[in-house]
């Protein structure tokens, strides 16, 4: 198995075998969170393709963020902790963000698409060491999909050291993330669109037992995350 690390959009696109969007703070931890209660949650690229999605089904959730503020007219922002006081149970949760959903949609070259975070980085390496692909992309979205983001760094080389079966320490995993420029929003008062409640659930290493794989599309041309134990 080769791992292939890469960067934002466009390495996303250029992205080929077993592609793995990483967005730690925030889009692909809101997304475990989101389908762990029990949520169907289908990425958008776009806001207006999101907001057309909520008018033609007026029953579906919007949840999404630029520039890390929530969204005029949607439910939710891009907020772990908003979505696990929410009951999800049964609805359709349409997601978009400005670095995580732009590189999983735009990963067109993929055999498969995977979302990247740290809660459940775990169950992403025993599922690709099963799988066995020739190539393993793992794409670092960053800060805005523009800008490094030592988040995502950390969790490109977690998931790298593990799939080459080495043993990665994690014991100053949360003192590392807190010192990123990221996570700042979640300790400033003024930033009620990222409460503290965040940091702590993007933090939670290995939380979750499942991965997110971009599913195929739907007859309405929608793909939706497929959850798939491992």
């Avoid at 890390?68 to 891009?78: A, M, S, T, Y």
């Avoid at 459940?120 to 066995?132: F, P």
């Amino acid at each position: 198995m080769r791992v292939e690390v890469t960067d934002f959009v466009a390495g996303a696109r250029a992205a080929r075998g077993s592609v793995v969007v990483i967005d730690v703070f925030r889009a692909f931890t809101t997304a475990c969170y989101a389908v762990a209660g029990g949520a169907r949650v289908v990425p958008a690229a776009e806001i207006d393709a999101a907001l057309a999605l909520g008018a033609r089904h007026p029953d579906w959730l919007l949840a999404g963020e630029r520039h890390g503020r929530d969204l005029p007219g949607f439910h939710f922002g891009n907020s772990p902790a908003r979505i696990v006081a929410a009951d999800l149970r049964g609805r359709t949760l349409v997601h978009t963000t400005h670095a995580g959903t732009q590189g999983l949609t735009g990963a067109t070259g993929a055999d498969e698409a995977l979302t990247g975070s740290l809660v459940n980085a775990a169950a992403i390496v025993r599922y690709l060491r099963a799988r066995r692909p020739a190539l393993v992309t793992i794409v670092r979205m960053g800060w805005e999909a523009r800008e490094r983001a030592p988040e995502d760094d950390l969790c490109a080389e977690l998931l790298a050291t593990r799939l080459a079966g080495g043993e990665y320490d994690t014991r100053d995993l949360v003192e590392r993330l807190r010192a990123a420029p990221g996570a700042a929003k979640f300790f400033d008062p003024a930033a009620t669109w990222a409460p503290q409640e965040d940091f702590e659930l993007c933090a939670a290493l290995d939380r979750f037992d499942f991965v997110l794989r971009l599913g195929p599309p739907d007859a309405e041309g929608l793909r939706a995350l497929e959850r798939i134990d491992a």
